[in-house]
């Protein structure tokens, strides 16, 4: 409960912070979920009852839900074209890039004392302060060409493409972080720290996913993009399904880790694009949202099959579902690039 309850508040928050965003603007949500997750989540550390942990981290979800779906938006307010394409790409590889430093950090800290792991949220605190002066909320004019209907967050073919391409690649993406390890002590019979290792490496090539999506950005359409991405997601889980040694199980866990850092970039770029100004905050709320909600649901679908199956048939069947959605992309008429 203390490791998964911030990804329900996350599902809870999405789409009242979004509609706040749109409401109120993005700076204010932006610098109250950073200083709310800094303090949420450090607070944990002095804490001896779990009943008050786990408020702690329902805190970290509504700072989640609501520091995503205002960066998104801040991301697409701020730039347009290639340098959104760039900034969108450089966030993702932001993400990939925390990974190789936290992850490591909070295993260290979790060694020290487990309550230690909680203290990681305390950049949180000092980039308040830093936000609060440095963020400037766009101004936005309202023209005869920019209808009130502008203003409704309608779901086009196109936008419930995107928003089932983020809930299927983070539902079977799942099936990584959880399920990996056992399988490669359980196949291979490698160590806790080679597993920690690969793992890192593994989060270094979603970093190069994500600076290498503004170069590929470019010359394809994020259709294509995210169709090609979700095959190459389709390869490497399958890789990891039939594994019987090393080279299957190091490419199909780095074709994954990269089409992770690739896929953010092209999702929320692409949904900056088809989001209007005034809708990006509910968009965006309802993107976070359905990233959370993959994870979450996954966890009652796969934990079964791994009982009964093993570990090959839940990163087979998650091969199987993102192939299906890259299979459905054809379906989708946009053709729309950075």
Not at 250 to 258: D, E, I, N, Q
């Amino acid at each position: 409960m203390v490791l998964t309850l911030p990804a329900v508040f996350v599902v809870i928050a999405g789409p009242v912070i979004g509609f706040l965003i749109d409401r109120f603007g993005r700076k204010p949500i932006y610098v109250f979920s950073l200083l709310l997750g800094g303090l949420g989540g450090s607070m944990a550390y002095f804490m001896y009852d779990l009943d008050a942990i786990l408020i702690t981290r329902a805190l970290v979800g509504v700072s989640i839900a609501g520091s995503l779906t205002a960066t998104n938006a801040l991301i697409a307010d701020y730039f347009d074209g290639q340098q959104r394409s760039k900034f969108m790409g450089l966030n993702a590889a932001a993400a990939g890039l925390a990974g190789v430093i936290f992850l490591p950090l909070g295993g260290f800290l979790a060694d020290v004392n487990w309550r230690s792991a909680f203290l990681a949220y305390i950049p949180l605190v000092i980039l308040f302060p830093i936000a609060l002066f440095a963020i400037k909320e766009p101004v936005y004019h309202q023209t005869e060409s920019d209808p009130i209907t502008s203003h409704r967050l309608r779901i086009s073919t196109v936008l419930a493409f995107i928003f089932s391409s983020i809930f299927i690649s983070h539902f079977a993406f799942v099936t990584i972080p959880i399920y990996v390890a056992d399988f490669m002590v359980t196949l291979l019979n490698t160590s806790g720290i080679v597993v920690g290792l690969i793992g890192a490496v593994a989060s270094l090539f979603s970093f190069i996913g994500g600076i290498l999506f503004e170069k590929i950005a470019r010359k394809t359409p994020y259709q294509w993009m995210t169709m090609s991405n979700l095959f190459l997601f389709a390869l490497g889980f399958m890789s990891l399904g039939f594994a019987s040694a090393w080279f299957l199980v190091l490419f199909g866990y780095m074709t994954v880790a990269f089409c992770m850092g690739l896929n953010n970039a092209t999702l929320t770029t692409w949904l900056a694009k088809e989001a209007s100004v005034h809708t990006r905050g509910r968009a965006n709320g309802l993107f976070v949202t359905l990233m959370s909600i993959g994870p979450f649901a996954a966890s009652f679908v796969f934990a079964p099959i791994v009982t009964r199956m093993g570990y090959s048939a839940a990163f087979i069947l998650s091969g199987i579902l993102t192939l299906i959605m890259g299979l459905v992309g054809f379906s989708i008429k946009d053709h729309s690039k950075g």
